[in-house]
């Protein structure tokens, strides 16, 4: 194992309170979000945009490292600069999602498993010769209306995955982002949402201590502790940050390399003030504190663009300001009055 080429590569991608810009939404995701905006969904299209995000001026100020998709790896920017020599060359660091998404789990009605270790070492070392340095998989944990999900069935196979992953990129000299993402779906409570997460979280540390992955050398991608989306009782930024820090104080051990926010559906705001919040109130924590969101910075940006070419340098301008202002929120500095109105 690369030890210090791990370290040093998961020190990068937290360093100078940047984050990371999830680009790695499969094909059908994001020809849905294409159609919901009157976009062609077509390849050329994915890759024009794709382009945009990745020569956006600038982007390198509040972005260390970049997400990509299989078909984006394998693509070149229009220019015909393959799309991870072309993040390198703009001062940022390329990753890779890896899993094959989230399947139903046999005989665990209404839970998912993420697939896709089957030839996995073969991937990446592809990957990684094509100038990969990270990658991600996900796990999808549900919570159920009655109580009863997530099962411990659904959160061992999960983190059995996770672990299994993480042991294959570390051998690979890749840094693993290790997501498991308790969703934001339904009426749970905050409380609620802190006890499961903590739960996985638990479960997700026992398996990757038992595979012998380096946590110094790996990223975690957590969910915020939210309470669900149709609970009546919705929490203030303050209530997430604090709920959220004490949750990984918890749990979360003080060797991992650090903690990268998913943005799980929150709204751009929400998730800036949130982690801005963290920031302002808690100090001294063991791991940095950043953000690796894909709608909650790239959705500005899609609506600017709308799959025409001349709103190409508005979208990147939409882009870079919401980069910015998630580097803001990792300092502490985010105030809401900063968003252009709506």
């Given at each position: 194992?690369?030890?210090?080429t791990?370290?040093?590569?998961?020190?990068?991608?937290?360093?100078?309170a940047?984050?990371?810009?999830?680009?790695?939404?499969?094909?059908?995701?994001?020809?849905k979000r294409f159609?919901?905006?009157?976009i062609?969904?077509?390849?050329?299209?994915?890759?024009?945009?794709?382009?945009?995000?990745?020569t956006a001026?600038?982007?390198?100020?509040a972005?260390?490292g970049a997400i990509l998709?299989d078909?984006?790896?394998?693509s070149?920017?229009?220019?015909g600069?393959?799309?991870?020599?072309a993040?390198?060359?703009?001062?940022?660091?390329?990753?890779i999602?890896?899993?094959?998404g989230?399947?139903?789990?046999?005989?665990?009605?209404g839970?998912l498993?993420?697939?896709?270790?089957?030839g996995l070492r073969?991937?990446l070392?592809?990957y990684?010769?094509?100038?990969?340095?990270?990658?991600?998989?996900?796990?999808?944990?549900?919570i159920?209306?009655?109580?009863?999900l997530?099962?411990?069935?659904?959160?061992?196979?999960?983190a059995?995955a996770?672990a299994?992953?993480?042991?294959?990129?570390?051998?690979?000299?890749?840094?693993p982002i290790?997501?498991?993402?308790?969703?934001?779906?339904g009426?749970?409570?905050?409380?609620?949402?802190?006890?499961?997460?903590?739960?996985?979280?638990q479960v997700v540390?026992?398996?990757l201590?038992?595979?012998?992955?380096?946590l110094?050398?790996?990223?975690?991608?957590?969910?915020?502790?939210?309470?669900?989306l149709?609970?009546?009782?919705?929490a203030?930024a303050?209530?997430?940050a604090?709920?959220?820090?004490?949750?990984?104080r918890r749990?979360?051990?003080?060797?991992?390399?650090g903690?990268a926010?998913?943005?799980?559906?929150?709204?751009a705001?929400d998730?800036s003030?949130?982690?801005?919040?963290?920031h302002?109130?808690?100090?001294d924590?063991?791991?940095?504190?950043?953000?690796?969101?894909?709608r909650?910075?790239?959705?500005?940006?899609?609506k600017?663009w709308?799959g025409?070419?001349?709103?190409?340098?508005?979208?990147?301008?939409a882009?870079?300001?919401r980069?910015?202002?998630?580097?803001?929120?990792?300092l502490?500095?985010?105030?809401?009055a900063m968003?252009?109105?709506?």
């Amino acid at each position: 194992m690369q030890e210090q080429t791990l370290k040093a590569t998961a020190a990068a991608l937290t360093a100078d309170a940047k984050g990371l810009l999830a680009m790695d939404e499969s094909n059908p995701t994001a020809n849905k979000r294409f159609a919901a905006l009157g976009i062609a969904q077509t390849p050329e299209m994915r890759r024009s945009y794709r382009d945009l995000i990745v020569t956006a001026p600038g982007l390198a100020g509040a972005i260390s490292g970049a997400i990509l998709y299989d078909e984006t790896i394998r693509s070149t920017t229009l220019a015909g600069v393959p799309f991870a020599r072309a993040l390198e060359q703009a001062g940022i660091i390329a990753g890779i999602k890896v899993d094959a998404g989230a399947k139903p789990l046999a005989l665990h009605e209404g839970e998912l498993v993420t697939e896709g270790l089957d030839g996995l070492r073969d991937r990446l070392a592809e990957y990684s010769a094509m100038g990969a340095r990270f990658a991600k998989w996900r796990a999808v944990i549900t919570i159920g209306e009655a109580g009863d999900l997530p099962s411990r069935g659904c959160i061992e196979a999960n983190a059995h995955a996770l672990a299994r992953y993480a042991a294959l990129c570390q051998e690979a000299g890749i840094v693993p982002i290790v997501e498991p993402e308790v969703l934001m779906d339904g009426a749970h409570t905050l409380a609620r949402c802190a006890q499961v997460t903590e739960r996985t979280l638990q479960v997700v540390f026992a398996a990757l201590r038992t595979q012998r992955v380096l946590l110094e050398g790996m990223l975690l991608k957590p969910n915020m502790v939210v309470p669900g989306l149709k609970c009546p009782a919705q929490a203030s930024a303050d209530e997430v940050a604090d709920a959220t820090v004490a949750s990984f104080r918890r749990v979360v051990p003080a060797a991992v390399g650090g903690v990268a926010f998913l943005s799980g559906g929150q709204s751009a705001r929400d998730a800036s003030a949130r982690l801005n919040a963290m920031h302002v109130r808690h100090v001294d924590l063991p791991w940095p504190l950043a953000f690796s969101f894909a709608r909650a910075i790239q959705d500005p940006a899609m609506k600017a663009w709308g799959g025409r070419k001349e709103n190409v340098a508005a979208a990147q301008k939409a882009l870079v300001e919401r980069a910015r202002l998630n580097r803001l929120a990792r300092l502490g500095q985010y105030a809401a009055a900063m968003e252009t109105p709506r």
